[in-house]
Nanobody
């Protein structure tokens, strides 16, 4: 059974940093597309960053480029999102997801197969 468990969310001031983790079980994260998505109240869920290590492929949304970094530790079967220079508009529930397709160009949340429960990120100005 595939499970994704996020951790690392919290409350920080603007300019601060957080590192989110997503521990996967039931399948190797290196084989498929992994992504971080976020959803703020009243907004649609959006892709923040995706990674597919077999193709050395990463994607970042324009709003987070240069500030957030997605990474994967295959030995620990864990996905990370290092978040630096946080802004109030980054505040949201953050979810990790696994997509059992061979390309991380797919950014449609509905196409991803498994989701974690989410971890809340709050950024105060």
């Amino acid at each position: 059974q595939v499970q994704l468990v996020e951790s690392g969310g919290g409350s920080v001031r603007a300019g601060g940093s957080l590192r989110l983790s997503c521990e996967a079980s039931g399948y190797p994260v290196s084989r498929y597309c992994m992504g971080w998505f976020r959803q703020a109240p009243g907004k649609e869920r959006e892709a923040v960053a995706t990674i597919y290590t077999r193709a050395t492929y990463t994607y970042y949304s324009d709003s987070v480029k240069g500030r957030l970094t997605i990474a994967q530790d295959n030995a620990k079967n864990t996905l990370y999102l290092q978040m630096n220079s946080l802004k109030p508009e980054d505040a949201a529930m953050y979810y990790c997801a696994a997509g059992f397709f061979p390309s991380c160009t797919n950014l449609t949340p509905g196409d991803y197969n498994y989701w974690g429960q989410g971890t809340q990120v709050t950024v105060s100005s």
